[in-house]
């Protein structure tokens, strides 16, 4: 392999091969039954990352010189196994491999020196940087592979990766700053050289112990480090069963807002309650001829009890694989509504399990969880307030649920939407329109998804903030091509949707000494009368409405004998919607932790629309928003 600069080929050696791990000899099978050969997949990483940084004196007493360098290197092969056709108890083994190792260094030197003709010295700095990279991949080798197994279910297993052709590349380069005689820097391009990796040979240190009632299943993992270096061993293997197994169970999503590019979903991070969830099942077919069967997806998640049959079934795909190949099967599932328990308790994961199933008998399975958080809810604040009124939610929705459940009160990063509604009863400044806050509404709800990768979303609306709620659904909100509306549910809290008397009583004369504010202009009972006749758009919506009606101000208020929350009407917060609720409080006691129990949390804690939660759909068509 060629050398690369600044790297000791002692330390080279170390990262590239791992003699002193041998792969055990082959074995005779001693308390197996089974005399046929393993078959399977094994999968090996190397990973290395050393990092130097220092700083000495300049020779000349002046200055200094600092340098840093890092080396990472990653190795990863997946090497299938195979029984020989013959079946005399023999394996074969084939590689897929790459390895990446990368050196970059960076040099800077400062000097304090005089210039010729100068009084005061001078800093002189010069910066230098070298990278170095070398790439080696193979679609596939023949690798050596073998296990050892003793009488009591102890075993080994080994395998040896030969060498790959490597291609290294390079750079350099340097920028000076300050010299007596202007010094110009530059780069340059370290032309292209091949060569070859060593070869890898590691194996297991014989603890791990198959039971005595299954010895012809081995899976486990081993990791073993060495200096900065960590090399790790997975395995699944089998002999004497069927020939189809299960390889892996994977999960994607899509990543907002690109439709179909697919992105997966990793232990780590989670999907949204109401994305479209890409089911992936990896079959391998060991055998030297064609196999056909069924593969199960099914939910473990909502089991009363332990009978793994109780679980509810997801889609059933009959499928076939050729000889000794491998095969994807796929399916796109609708995760509406399963970010809840039908009890209505938070359920933060997913149980997935994977069967495969010929004539009646199960061969193999395979189970992940898939990490679900509910849709994120929109906070729209109302007349003279702002997204303060929200602060407590954040938490409030942690303590709900704690998978991850977001709270987006617009206003709270102002560079993603703003919306002006008045800063009190008594400010007489002007006020943004409804519809330049549905505009500032919609760029919120736009970061919300793209910070949460989801698709859908639900409003909270206070007050005014309902009608810029529906402003925004009736005038911009897309249609996916799931065919569901991007705001699943928009819940309003004393919203007038009818107006209010009390803005017909305050606005009038601020407009007759042209003191128009919008906020309150938009809330009389004529003019809304005409929003309701341009604005009148569900686009598939669920609408709730919460009306508030305070004893203590349970006199006439605004000229208006109407049971009232201090501002606005009951019949007018709840308008021609079908959902509703009353509560016994004031219109500016709506974001209490009282209302998100009573109120909010029951509607979105349901499938939406009543549909059948995890319902599979079609492929949807590509499209981008």
Not at 380 to 398: C, E, K
Request: include cysteine; proline fraction near 6%.
């Amino acid at each position: 392999m060629s050398k690369l600069r600044l790297i000791p080929s002692l330390a080279f050696g170390l990262m590239l091969t791992s003699a002193a791990n041998p792969p055990p000899p082959a074995a005779a099978p001693l308390a197996a039954k089974c005399v046929r050969g393993w078959s399977g997949s094994v999968q090996f990483t190397r990973k290395q990352t050393s990092s130097v940084s220092k700083s000495v004196p300049r020779i000349a007493g002046k200055g200094i010189q600092t340098t840093s360098s890092t080396t990472s290197y990653d190795y990863s092969a997946l090497i299938t196994v195979r029984e020989t056709p013959e079946r005399t108890g023999d394996s074969v083994a084939r590689a897929r491999a790459t390895s990446l190792l990368t050196f970059s260094e960076s040099r800077s030197s400062t000097d304090q020196l005089m210039c010729s003709g100068e009084r005061q010295p001078r800093t002189m700095s010069g910066s230098f940087t070298t990278k170095r990279e070398t790439r080696a991949e193979t679609p596939g080798v023949p690798a050596t592979f073998g296990v050892t197994m003793s009488s009591n279910g102890a075993y080994s297993i080994g395998i040896t990766l030969p060498s790959l052709h490597s291609t290294s590349t390079g750079s350099n380069s340097s920028s000076y700053s300050g010299q007596c005689k202007p010094k110009e820097g530059g780069s340059t391009t370290v032309p292209v050289s091949y060569g070859r990796t060593d070869p890898i040979s590691f194996s297991t240190d014989g603890s791990h112990r198959a039971p005595l009632s299954n010895l012809d299943h081995l899976s486990n993992s081993y990791s073993k480090t060495y200096g900065n270096i960590t090399d790790t061993l997975r395995w699944n293997l089998r002999r004497c069963g069927s020939p189809l197994r299960m390889v892996d169970l994977k999960f994607e999503d899509m990543k907002f807002p690109n439709w179909e590019e697919w992105r997966e979903i990793t232990p780590q991070n989670r999907t949204i309650d109401g994305n479209i969830v890409k089911m992936k099942a990896i079959v391998a077919n060991d055998s030297s001829e064609e196999q056909s069967a069924k593969l199960v997806f099914k939910d473990r998640s909502s089991l009363k009890g332990a009978d793994p049959r109780d679980a509810d079934l997801l889609k059933e795909i009959s499928f076939s694989v050729a000889a000794g190949e491998e095969k994807t099967v796929e399916f796109l599932w609708d995760s509406s509504g399963y970010a809840w328990f039908d009890s209505g308790q938070q359920r933060s994961r997913q149980i997935i399990k994977a069967e495969i199933w010929d004539k009646n008998k199960k061969i193999d399975d395979l189970e992940r969880n898939l990490n679900l958080a509910p849709r994120p809810l929109v906070l729209v604040h109302g007349y003279w307030t702002d997204w303060l009124m929200w602060r407590a939610w954040s938490s409030m929705l942690n303590d709900t649920h704690y998978g991850g459940w977001q709270a987006f009160a617009v206003g709270e990063r102002p560079e993603k939407g703003k919306m002006d509604m008045g800063e009190s009863a008594t400010s007489f400044k002007p006020t943004k329109t409804i519809s330049q806050n549905a505009a500032e509404l919609a760029s919120y709800i736009r970061y919300a998804q793209e910070f949460s990768n989801a698709w859908h979303v639900d409003i909270v609306a206070h007050t005014m903030g309902g009608l810029v709620a529906r402003q925004y659904i009736h005038q911009s909100m897309p249609i996916y091509p799931d065919r569901k509306p991007q705001v699943v549910h928009l819940m309003m809290m004393g919203t007038p949707n009818l107006g209010t008397p009390c803005a017909d009583i305050m606005s009038a004369p601020l407009e007759a000494v042209g003191k128009r504010v919008e906020a309150l202009r938009e809330m009389r009972t004529s003019v809304v009368a005409q929003f309701n006749k341009q604005i009148f758009e569900r686009k598939g919506v669920e609408f709730s409405a919460l009306a508030g009606a305070s004893s203590i101000l349970s006199l006439p208020r605004c000229y208006s004998m109407e049971s009232h929350d201090g501002f606005t009407p009951v019949p007018s917060q709840l308008w021609t919607i079908a959902d509703t609720a009353r509560m016994n409080i004031a219109y500016d006691e709506m974001a209490s932790g009282g209302v998100f129990g009573y109120f909010v949390l029951p509607r979105v804690r349901r499938a939406p629309d009543g549909r059948e939660r995890g319902q599979v759909i079609e492929p949807p068509t590509r499209r981008r928003f």
